[in-house]
């Protein structure tokens, strides 16, 4: 029986399940010219809006990649990781034209030979990076003479609609859906509300 030599400092390390490696958000709020100058029902329908936009922009998370089965006889309930092949690109360039969404590339790795620990270190790969556009549309208004104030609202989430995949905690080479966007959850698809209140 032959045993490989322990793991090296930079295989069991990594970054964290939950780092980030970018997050941009931009906030703004817009008070709309509206009807400038102008008197009457123009200015009622066009003046006192305001726009608020958010943008965000998140660096995919990090994912795991794990070898389908341990054969390194040293932990046998322990995480196994597979080895990097080096002949093939790790992400799959076209896989939004994929039939099956296949993201990741499981022959970039292979499993390690019995006895060996695999180079790949913990959580190697990233997945895509996610996009968000949320939109707040508002106008206030006062109503019965002035004694009260009304404001109608509306918010659009996720306005353009863009699908954003959840990453998986680990893939498996065993297990190739696991690097499919087939078994991803996503975020919510567009979503509107729309308000009226009044303040008294």
């Not at 296949?102 to 006895?115: D, E, H, K, V």
């Not at 707040?136 to 954003?164: H, I, P, Q, T, W």
Request: net charge positive; aromatic share 12%.
């Amino acid at each position: 029986m032959r045993f490989g030599p322990g793991p090296t400092i930079s295989v069991p390390t990594g970054p964290a399940p939950t780092w980030t490696v970018h997050n941009l958000q931009i906030i703004g709020n817009w008070d709309l010219p509206g009807a400038g100058r102008r008197n009457g029902p123009l200015r009622a329908v066009l003046g006192g809006w305001s726009l608020s936009p958010f943008f965000q922009i998140v660096s995919g998370a990090p994912v795991d990649m794990r070898a389908a089965q341990n054969n390194n006889y040293v932990c046998q309930s322990c995480v196994a990781r597979p080895d990097w092949t080096g002949e093939q690109p790790v992400i799959n360039p076209n896989w939004r034209q994929d039939p099956n969404l296949t993201y990741i590339n499981l022959a970039a790795f292979r499993q390690p030979a019995p006895g060996t620990f695999g180079n790949v270190a913990r959580n190697a790969v990233r997945w895509p990076t996610r996009f968000l556009t949320d939109v707040s549309l508002r106008k206030g208004f006062s109503v019965a003479d002035g004694r009260l104030r009304a404001e109608l609202s509306g918010e659009f989430f996720n306005l353009f609609n863009r699908v954003n995949f959840n990453a998986p905690r680990a893939v498996s080479l065993g297990n190739p859906i696991q690097a499919t966007m087939r078994s991803a959850w996503t975020d919510a698809p567009r979503e509107v509300q729309l308000s009226f209140r009044i303040v008294f």
